[in-house]
């Protein structure tokens, strides 16, 4: 700790509520010890085009800022401060020895080519499994890094809960009781797709907090997905739950689900970083349109089954005060780890917000330098609270599949 230090923070992925409380705890620990803070602005996009000795410089105001301690306001606003972007160095490496490989590691090398022009000493990265990743290849090649879990759906490993995932729940919460009123006042049903590309903790949780008559995750469904089949399904719900009197509803589903669909009608649109486009499936409207075709051929009546996706608005919400205490630890945790020297790690929490060191190792498959995934386990406590309070359908078991 005796080396002159300056540290760099970027953010890169999605947003997510609490980012700022984040990037303000962070900047304000390392600020308050005397060690200057730079933002790089917009994730990884330009860092890690930089070339030294030529005239893609980086400039102050577009690619960084110098962070002061006003930094300390923006605590509670949504947003995020330095901006995001889903700009990837780490993406050409696919195994240990693309590590070698000076064309696949050259952007990887770019970057920590802009944090020595920079002066930079360490960096701290916040983002979900693909920034892991790159905070790993960056560690790998030599760069200091420390790293925070970010992501909504809550499916990172080696942390309970991530920054902006309960306000996602409260958001989603919300958007559902509203819709269950309107239901409730027209007998009909409401067919709602939520975030959630690989688990279903945003679906369960903002489930159970909306009454939903029924949730439905990825987590369940092994092999492909057959849309008629769990068409069905729902069908026998609507018809079991109107023989008890209840004639209106919320159906929960996680848009992760359009990954087990056949190939024939899984998305197959992806993003310019290869991410699929799992809302361009609407596969809330094409459960929609089938449950209700099903239930009118067997009943002859006709059911409003209205089909809505719930997503980006729930990325940006101003944050519930669990998630700004939440960010401000994980925050102030990346100068705890930095003055303890353990870079190499991710910022985590246990217990009572008490900060903890997890080694890149532990997250990251050493063979195939793939991220560890989270699910919502069968055998958990969430699953079976989700399973109670979900309507009685037989022995409650998962819903047909197929394959």
């Given amino acids: 700790m005796t080396k002159t230090h300056k540290v760099a923070l970027v953010f890169s992925g999605g947003p997510a509520p609490a980012a700022n409380a ?6 304000l620990s390392f600020l308050d010890n005397d060690i200057p803070v730079l933002g790089i602005l917009d994730g990884f996009t330009r860092i890690q085009e930089f070339t030294p000795g030529t005239s893609q410089d980086l400039q ?44 696949k590691t050259e952007k990887l090398k770019n970057v920590i080519a802009a944090m020595e022009h920079l002066g930079v000493t360490a960096l701290v990265t916040m983002g979900g499994d693909d920034t892991l990743k790159t905070a790993n290849f960056l560690h790998m090649l030599g760069l200091p890094v420390i790293h925070i879990p970010k992501t909504i759906d809550n499916d990172y490993f080696g942390i309970p809960w991530t920054f902006g995932y309960w306000t996602a729940v409260d958001v989603a919460q919300k958007i ?9 006042s027209t007998n009909a049903y409401f067919m709602v797709e939520l975030m959630g590309r690989k688990a279903g903790w945003i679906t369960y949780a903002a489930g159970i907090a909306g009454e939903a008559a029924d949730m439905l995750a990825a987590e369940e469904i092994e092999g492909e997905l057959d849309p008629e089949a769990l068409a069905g399904h729902f069908a026998d719900l609507i018809q079991a739950r109107e023989a008890e009197g209840r004639t209106a509803g919320i159906i929960c589903i996680a848009e992760g689900l359009a990954d087990k669909l056949p190939d024939s009608l899984r998305p197959q649109e992806v993003d310019q970083h290869g991410n699929v486009y799992y809302g361009r499936a609407e596969l809330c409207k094409t459960l929609a349109e089938k449950t209700a075709a099903v239930y009118k051929e067997r009943t002859g009546k006709t059911k409003k089954i209205t089909p809505r996706q719930i997503g980006y608005e729930t990325r940006t919400a101003r944050p519930i005060s669990y998630d700004v205490v939440l960010g401000s630890a994980l925050g102030h945790g990346a100068y705890r780890l930095f003055s303890r020297n353990l870079f190499g790690h991710m910022v985590s929490v246990e217990d009572n917000m008490d900060i903890k060191a997890i080694p890149f190792s532990d997250l990251v498959d050493a063979e195939t330098l793939v991220t560890k995934v989270r699910l919502v386990p069968k055998s958990g406590d969430l699953y079976k609270v989700k399973q109670a309070l979900s309507f009685p359908l037989g022995s409650k078991d998962s819903p047909p599949e197929e394959g």
């Avoid at 984040?22 to 900047?27: D, E, G, P, T």
């Avoid at 559902?176 to 409730?184: E, I, M, Q, R, V």
């Fill in 22 to 27: 984040v990037i303000s705890s962070a900047a």
């Fill in 60 to 103: 102050e105001g577009r690619d960084f800022i110098a962070i002061d301690k006003t930094i300390s306001s923006i605590r509670n606003q949504s947003g995020i401060f330095i901006r995001s972007a889903r700009a990837n160095p780490g993406k050409p490496i696919g195994d240990k020895g693309d590590l070698r490989d000076p064309g």
């Fill in 176 to 184: 559902l009781l509203n819709l269950k009123s309107d239901a409730d």
